[in-house]
């Protein structure tokens, strides 16, 4: 998971051109609690794409969240369709390794989603996370909701508060956008930690609590957009 040293995104006319369909055969059932991976998704279910570097620690993380139905591994935010892992890694295709998280809005809310987001990697890094060096690990949020992408955009600034009322110096970089094209990884990516569980985990937070309470607050004044 360390290959990509590549620290600037590609053009549209730089990029791979990838493809018109998948290059390998998609998993569609989730190893760990055997639902279905891709849409359709039972109605009332909502979704999300998380970048925070390296996507198999960020997929475990949230498949452990009760509330979530289902996660998925793949690449998003950058120019190539259908793309490839090495493809992903050469840095030529301006994807993220994201997990798709899909969740019930009567179970977990949104908050709760962007505060193991936060708190659990590093969002001030750029184009890395800690050893893995890259534009494939950088650190995105890309939600199908407008009242989601202006929440998501306010936990930013609020973590930002906080790490700064603490001494960093570094902002975050975490790029939060409304989604587009989602292309699931590899079946050997999906829940690779379930299926190695001595696997490589790059996650690792900055001891910074996203202050939760300010985060519903502001949600609650702008109206609640997980359906609660």
């Known amino acids: 998971m360390r290959g990509g040293k590549r620290l600037t995104l590609p053009t549209p006319e730089e990029a791979l051109p990838g493809r018109s ?15 279905r991976m891709l849409p359709p998704f039972p109605e009332g279910l909502r979704r999300v794409l998380f970048g925070m570097g390296c996507f198999w620690g960020a997929e475990r993380l949230f498949w452990q969240q009760p509330g979530v ?13 259908w793309p490839t892992y090495a493809e992903v890694c050469s840095g030529r295709t301006g994807h993220a390794e994201v997990v798709q998280v899909v969740w019930d809005p009567r179970q977990v809310d949104f908050e ?3 505060q193991l987001f936060f708190e659990h990697h590093d969002p001030t890094q750029g184009m890395r996370q800690g050893a893995d060096v890259g534009t494939q690990y ?11 992408l202006a929440l998501a955009r306010r936990a930013r600034e609020l973590y930002a508060e906080a790490l700064k009322a603490l001494g960093w110096v570094r902002a975050p970089t975490t790029e939060v956008a409304p989604a587009g094209p989602f292309y699931p990884a590899e079946p050997d990516h ?11 985990c790059g996650l690792a937070g900055t001891g910074v609590r996203l ?14 957009p997980s359906g609660r």
């Open 21 to 35: 369909a998948p290059a390998y055969p998609l998993a569609t059932t989730h190893a760990v609690n055997g639902r």
């Open 69 to 81: 139905w289902v996660t998925c591994v793949g690449y998003a935010g950058g120019h190539t369709p």
């Open 112 to 114: 709760r989603l962007l």
């Open 138 to 148: 950088r650190s995105v949020i890309y939600t199908f909701d407008d009242a989601e």
């Open 190 to 200: 999906q829940q690779y930690l379930a299926k190695n569980p001595y696997g490589y």
């Open 211 to 224: 202050p939760l309470e300010r985060l519903r607050a502001a949600c609650g004044a702008a109206g609640d």
